[in-house]
Every structure is written in C-alpha cells, then in structure tokens.
C-alpha cells in the first residue's frame, strides 16, 4: 500500500506546531467517532482521517490559498483534488467494505498492522531515551504488544482474513512523527518529548479498540468486545502511567537549565511494514 505521507506530491506548508495539531485534532476527532448517531461518527471520521491526512502530508491547499500561494479557487480545488485522489487509492489497492463483517476484518487487519508498527517504534527507542523508568515502562509495553499481535493473528485466522492485508497509515504517519521529535529534540528533553509523541498513538489505540469493540458487541461477538475494552483500558491505564511518569519526572528535568543538550543519538529507522 502506498505509504500515507507520500499520496500528496505538494510541498508542505505547514509548520512542524501545525503538522502536530493537525494529527493530534484528528486522532480526537476518530476517538469521538466512536460514539453518537451513524451520520455524526462518519463526519467526524471523515474530518480525523482528513486532519491525519493534512499533517501526514505537512501541506494544506487552503493555506496555500490563504497565504497568496495560489487562489482559493486553486486552493479549493487542489483540496478536493487531493482528497478524491486518496479515496481513489484505497479503492484501487483495498478491499472493498460492503458489510459490518468485513468493516470488522478490515478494522483486526489495521490493529495488527498499527501493533506492529508500535512495536518496531518501542523497539528503536531505546537507543534514545535517558531516563531508566521510561525505558522500563517502554521495554515492558513492547513485550504486551508482541502478546497482542499474536491475539490479532489469532482472530484473523479464525475469520479469514489476511494478516497483511490493510496497513494503518495513520500510524505510520504518527510513528514517523515520533521518530521526528526524537530526532529533533535535544538530550533534556528528548524524554519529555518521546513521552508525548507515545501517548498521541496510544490515544490513537484507544480509539481503535473501542471501534472494534463496538464492532464486535454488534455482530454478536461478546467474548471478544470484551477482550478489546480490556485492552482499550489497559491503554488507557498506560497512558495514565505515562502522564504521571511526565509531571513528576520528565517534565520537570526538561525545564531545568539544559545542560545536558546534545544532538540525538542515531536511531535505526525500523523496517516499514508497506
């Protein structure tokens, strides 16, 4: 599957601030989708996948019409140009989802594939990180995401559906996000940093699983519904395990006089999963 940060061919406009809001406004806006009316989750779908797209590409068209760049009819027109061109993609390379069963394989196939990614991520971290609990805290999450990628293979299997099917770019975009603020940011904050890059995707994963959860509720499939809010809690107390981690430790060293600033060390990009 094409990768998500190369679908737009415009140079990025955006700021590296407005990249992360952009990302950040739009895994909110899928986290709410999970509840509400069938029309008001997929606008507010539509409009996270669309926020995800914009700060993945690093380019808005309206901004560029904004800011004199092109007319805002160009600008309105490169926008839809470039939305259409991304629905057309996934319909040429995707299968195509024409019931709640195959909305459900296609959401286990984009949970495994975002697993995964996280995993390699956890992996690669180590390099970089200086603070020994963090790295604790990261080492012990990413031996439970080599346990849940099992489970997802599992469930796969026992529905037919392909391992390797769908790729989560939005993931991807967000990984490749956190090995940019890794890369960036100097040795007294790069902790602080990373922390906050990790907590976006799991607020990501949270919202996942409680989809798929609601899925599989639907269809029947109380077991497993109870399976993924488990693990959508146990996001969420790893997340609450972070931000603690962030006040009391990490956040206050960044803001101490930075004399321990350096360049990053080298991190090993790991093996893309497209």
């Not at 507010?44 to 800011?67: D, V």
């Not at 020994?132 to 599992?154: H, M, N």
Request: aromatic share 4%; proline share 3%; charged share 25%.
């Amino acid at each position: 599957m094409t990768s998500f940060t190369q679908r737009f061919s415009s140079q990025g406009n955006l700021t590296t601030f407005e990249r992360w809001l952009s990302l950040l406004g739009g895994v909110g806006l899928l986290m709410s989708a999970v509840r509400g009316s069938t029309t008001g989750r997929l606008a507010r779908g539509s409009a996270g996948l669309s926020l995800l797209a914009r700060g993945a590409a690093g380019h808005c068209a309206m901004k560029a019409a904004l800011s004199g760049e092109s007319s805002l009819t160009e600008g309105l027109k490169e926008q839809w140009q470039q939305l259409t061109s991304q629905v057309s993609q996934i319909r040429e390379t995707g299968e195509p989802i024409d019931s709640l069963e195959s909305l459900y394989d296609s959401e286990l196939q984009e949970l495994h594939s975002s697993e995964a990614q996280f995993c390699l991520l956890a992996e690669t971290l180590r390099s970089v990180i200086n603070s020994p609990e963090l790295a604790f805290r990261i080492e012990e999450y990413s031996t439970e995401l080599k346990s849940r990628q099992v489970d997802l293979e599992s469930l796969l299997a026992r529905v037919g559906a392909d391992v390797t099917g769908e790729a989560d770019d939005a993931m991807h975009a967000l990984v490749e996000e956190t090995h940019k603020m890794a890369a960036l940011a100097d040795r007294n904050v790069r902790d602080a940093a990373v922390t906050a890059s990790l907590q976006r995707i799991i607020h990501y994963k949270i919202a996942g699983y409680g989809t798929i959860a609601s899925y599989a509720k639907a269809l029947r499939r109380h077991e497993e519904a109870g399976h993924f809010a488990q693990l959508a809690d146990r996001d969420k107390a790893i997340d609450t395990e972070l931000t603690e981690l962030a006040k009391g430790t990490l956040n206050p060293q960044a803001a101490q006089p930075g004399t321990t600033k350096g360049a990053a060390k080298p991190m090993t990009p790991p093996e893309s999963l497209h």
